[in-house]
């Protein structure tokens, strides 16, 4: 037990600021915590692995007052990754159902944007826009943790819809 | 181990010897009947499936792993061809492969008596890449599944999923439990089906390239490098010496990462949050420099055919070999920790037990199978340059609970780091990249590599103008998800997680 406490406390806090302050990026202040569902929409995984590592110390997007949830019932921003398959579409459009509004959507990285590497399959819907268009989009293959970061920051200030 | 002595690369049996690192030859049949005696054979023989796929031609083809070597063993089938032989009396996992093709081009396969579907989700008007082709339409009701059901006194089902309760791609998981203790779990894939044997069709080569480093995110270099590799077979390319180590030193890169990964999350899963906090930020320094050196954080299109996108540098080098020593110190201390930890310890030993018996009559490699007695890694097994110049070790354990697979992740990272030390100092430069030839005429290859998670294929056929015919990746997910519902039944449904993270199958491999 020594080497665990004594390994806690020498790796100290390991967490960087946002790459851009909020001046910079022009969004409101930050007022109150959000929550994100997450759905994966058929994703290759690599989107997954980014969206780990902002929970990671070094990102901690938890430290910025943003968590992801497990009930959609209890989520402000419905993030999704992956082309949207077309065996996803009903969990997608379940889970929006079920988020209280206000809510927002953002589409994390460029096959939930436009279906990225497996546009114009037969399996896939060509990302969201034609089944839940977001609000705000990150693109990137995958994007890198801090523009996720900056996409959640983004979807926070952006206008709710009540659908 | 060479092949040169095994009686089943000789002519009499009908297997020919190919060239390449790891040796495999191709096998045809027209007759259904050779398919399945061939199949018997190489079965009786202690061969293992790895997969089973349709493609643009109407033919089944395997991909059978013995020890001396790969053998993809395909059956020809007639145009008009309306059912195919099914080998799931050989190789049970072969049923899931076999159903998939049911679904995607309709071809019955006989024997089989489980036909339900497996990738079809009733949403589709036929199967989609059927060899006599009509226009699809989507359909917007899809069909329930009838999963198996257990009777009883107290007998209850519990659905998960697909949408799951954190950051983990869907699937769906269905336990038959009696209070906390599971007696079935059946799993029901295919949500993350993105028809990608379709989308490699017609492709050029750098955009099958993009594709094929997208089949399952976490595995990027190997699936990319397995492609590579069938490619290079198939138009005759050689490799220099210098792409060969810089290979080598991506995949054991990848194999790092996820490992880091994976042993953070199963410290979490198992009530030890600080693990994520001491594991992940050493896998976030080596997305880093993986970006940094490489281009891409998660060396996506690192490999490409002919060679490696980025080649390494002297500089490059002594930051990797600091980056090799920090890791070095930093999991040491960490190993320690975890098996000093006696609670976490409690949550690992006996959980998830996937025997070797069991492991073996599945045909389990990679970390899984050698957690559970299956001595299989390509890299130990075959003479492959330039990693065989520094004796890897195999990792192996015969228990197969959560503890083993944690013990095989750890001894896996010590020794992809070793390996890496030693292919950096002895790097021989410079890495060139081979010109790609025109094919005259149709191709086919087959690249085999030890992903992190085990074995992946890949496979081809290019057409004249370097445009793919067919393409197939694949690793050994759909078999790990046999392993997972081998393994969870006796345990407590909280216990689920942490089983499945120490398989950590990929949905998106597996769906494809």
Avoid at chain 2, 110 to 122: C, E, F, K
Avoid at chain 2, 215 to 237: N, P
């Amino acid at each position: 037990m020594w080497k665990l406490l004594w390994k806690i406390l020498k790796t100290g806090t390991l967490t960087e600021s946002p790459t851009r302050t909020q001046e910079e990026t022009g969004r409101p202040p930050f007022l109150h915590s959000a929550s994100i569902r997450h759905v994966d929409a058929g994703s290759c995984n690599g989107c997954e692995l980014e969206l780990w590592a902002l929970e990671n110390p070094v990102t901690s997007l938890s430290s910025l007052g943003f968590s992801f949830v497990a009930s959609p019932r209890h989520a402000d921003i419905l993030l999704v990754t992956g082309p949207v398959s077309c065996h996803m579409k009903e969990a997608l459009e379940t889970t929006h159902q079920a988020m209280p509004a206000p809510k927002r959507v953002l589409a994390v990285g460029d096959c939930a944007i436009s279906g990225g590497v497996f546009r114009g399959s037969y399996a896939t819907h060509d990302g969201l826009s034609s089944i839940l268009p977001p609000d705000v989009t990150v693109h990137g293959c995958p994007p890198p943790p801090e523009a996720i970061v900056e996409g959640v920051l983004r979807a926070f200030g952006s206008p709710p819809h009540h659908s | 181990m060479e092949g040169d002595s095994s009686p089943f690369f000789s002519p009499e049996t009908g297997f020919d010897r190919l060239h390449g690192g790891i040796p495999h030859t191709f096998l045809v049949t027209e007759s259904p009947d050779r398919y399945l005696a061939q199949a018997r054979l190489l079965s009786s023989n202690g061969a293992r499936l790895l997969t089973l796929w349709s493609e643009s031609l109407p033919a089944i083809r395997a991909a059978i792993l013995l020890r001396e070597g790969l053998v993809l063993l395909s059956l020809s089938l007639p145009k008009d061809a309306v059912s195919f032989p099914s080998l799931s009396s050989i190789f049970p996992p072969a049923a899931r492969f076999e159903r998939t093709i049911h679904d995607l081009f309709g071809l019955i396969p006989d024997g089989l008596a489980d036909l339900r579907p497996w990738i079809d989700h009733g949403l589709w008007s036929h199967p989609p890449l059927s060899h006599t082709p009509s226009p699809l339409t989507r359909l917007a009701q899809g069909m329930d599944y009838p999963f198996v059901r257990v009777r009883g006194d107290g007998v209850h089902e519990i659905p998960v999923g697909p949408v799951h309760a954190g950051i983990i791609e869907p699937g769906h998981f269905r336990f038959s439990v009696v209070g906390e203790k599971v007696l079935r779990l059946e799993t029901r894939m295919g949500y993350t089906h993105k028809g990608i044997a379709r989308l490699f069709r017609g492709r050029n080569l750098p955009e099958a390239a993009r594709l094929a480093s997208r089949i399952s995110g976490d595995s990027a270099v190997a699936t990319s490098l397995a492609f590579s590799k069938a490619v290079e077979e198939a138009l005759d390319i050689e490799i220099s010496e210098g792409v060969r180590f810089v290979r080598a030193i991506l995949l054991e890169r990848e194999r790092i990462a996820n490992h880091l990964a994976d042993l953070g999350a199963l410290g979490n899963d198992a009530g030890l949050a600080v693990a994520l906090s001491l594991f992940h930020p050493l896998r976030e320094a080596m997305h880093r420099i993986n970006l940094s050196l490489f281009g891409h954080r998660l060396l996506f299109d690192s490999v490409v055919p002919g060679g490696v996108s980025t080649g390494l540098s002297g500089a490059m080098i002594e930051t990797l070999l600091l980056e090799n020593e920090r890791l070095q110190a930093e999991v040491s201390l960490l190993e320690r920790i975890y098996a000093d930890h006696g609670g976490l310890q409690d949550r690992f030993q006996n959980t998830g037990i996937l025997s070797p018996e069991v492991a073996g009559r599945l045909g389990i490699g990679g970390v899984a199978g050698r957690a559970s007695g299956q001595g299989w890694d390509l890299r130990v097994d075959h003479r492959e340059d330039p990693v065989h110049r520094f004796a890897p070790a195999l990792a192996l354990d015969h228990i197969g609970d959560v503890a083993s697979r944690v013990r095989i992740r750890f001894f896996e990272i010590f020794e992809s780091l070793r390996l890496t030390h030693a292919l950096l100092t002895s790097f021989p430069g410079p890495d060139i990249c081979a010109t790609i030839p025109d094919p005259p005429a149709p191709r086919e290859g087959a690249g085999i590599v030890e992903g992190f998670r085990g074995e992946v294929l890949g496979w081809v056929r290019i057409l004249p103008g370097k445009i793919l015919a067919d393409a197939h990746i694949a690793d050994g997910s759909p078999l790990l998800w046999h392993a997972l519902e081998a393994s969870v039944p006796g345990n407590l449904v909280a216990d689920f997680p942490l089983i499945n993270k120490s398989f950590n199958p990929s949905y998106s491999a597996s769906d494809l």
